[in-house]
């Protein structure tokens, strides 16, 4: 008798998707809240390497996105840092960038780019809310402490 049920929270549990330009929400700043991450580790077993995935929420999470314009340029002042524990007995990676650089937002694939050279990093907005940003990106890590390069995707959550 499923005929006049409905979901009654088709978003999750996340507030409803923001209407109208994109741009001045994010202008406003975010704060990182959380990071979850999801990396395919390079494996030796035996003559073979195999990729194993870990999947995780980071901890000692701390970050901020503070956009603004000087000059006719976009620009915008971040900080990510966290640490995730990739595998037992391992020392656990510690992800820490702070930069200030240009961005542009390409509305047609809900992405934002930061720019500042040599580095570029891409996040694909998931969820846009007037009160919570998902946004995720995907790298690909060289860890010369491990002797390993692994991609790693993290998913942002962010709030005002």
């Known amino acids: 008798m499923a005929l006049g049920c409905k979901d009654p929270d088709p978003n999750g549990g996340l507030p409803p998707e923001a209407t109208g330009p994109f741009l001045p929400r994010l202008k406003s700043g975010w ?12 494996m030796n077993i035996g003559d ?13 999470v701390s970050g901020r996105f503070d956009f603004f314009t000087r000059n006719d340029s976009d620009l915008v002042d971040y900080q990510i840092q966290f640490t995730a524990d990739l595998l037992p007995s391992v020392a656990p990676y510690t992800y820490s960038k702070s930069r200030v650089g240009t961005y542009w937002y390409k509305a047609a694939d809900r992405e934002i780019w ?18 919570l940003q998902l946004w995720h990106s995907e790298l690909q890590v060289v860890e010369p402490g491990l002797g390993i390069t692994f991609p790693l995707r993290l998913d942002f959550r962010l709030v005002p």
Do not use: G, I, M
Request: aromatic share 14%.
């Open 31 to 42: 704060t990182l809240d959380s990071v979850t991450y999801t990396a395919d580790l390079p």
């Open 48 to 60: 073979t390497t195999v990729p194993v995935r870990v999947h995780n929420k980071a901890r000692d």
């Open 114 to 131: 930061f720019y500042d050279y040599p580095d570029t990093l891409v996040f694909k907005v998931d969820w846009d809310a007037e009160t």
